[in-house]
């Protein structure tokens, strides 16, 4: 069972260094981050220039940890951090899925956002 694990963390990671190696963030157009475990859900928004995260959302936050690890809270949670991002007037990003498969959880974080008025 934990060779197993290794092994999907293994190519996982692999697939995130395949995808960074061509999505970057700017200022004008910020990576949107997306980190999934068992407990908690996580985006952030990063520029990659400065090296700075300029906004994030998590499930482990004080007013936000009602929100439940499934489709429907994904989908909450990405909408928190449109509305985050739109006060600071970024409304296009980068969407880097950290080499999670683009369905489930990670897809209704990015719908969640688009509902919110973010362009990716």
Same mark, same amino acid.
């Given at each position: 069972m934990l060779r197993k694990m290794l092994e999907k963390d293994r190519k996982r990671i692999k697939r995130k260094n395949h995808i960074r190696k061509r999505v970057s963030g700017t200022a004008e157009r910020p990576r949107m981050s997306v980190v999934r475990s068992n407990r908690a859900l996580s985006i952030q928004i990063i520029d990659d220039t400065k090296g700075h995260t300029l906004a994030s959302a998590s499930t482990l936050e004080k007013e936000l940890n009602s929100i439940k690890r499934n489709l429907e809270g994904a989908g909450q949670l990405g909408e928190v951090l449109g509305k985050r991002l739109l006060e600071k007037n970024?409304?296009?990003?980068?969407? =880097?899925?950290?080499?999670?498969?683009?369905?489930g959880l990670v897809k209704a974080m990015a =719908?969640?956002?688009?509902?919110a008025g973010i362009r990716f």
């Open positions: 970024i409304t296009s990003v980068v969407f =880097d899925r950290n080499g999670y498969l683009y369905h =719908d969640g956002a688009r509902k």
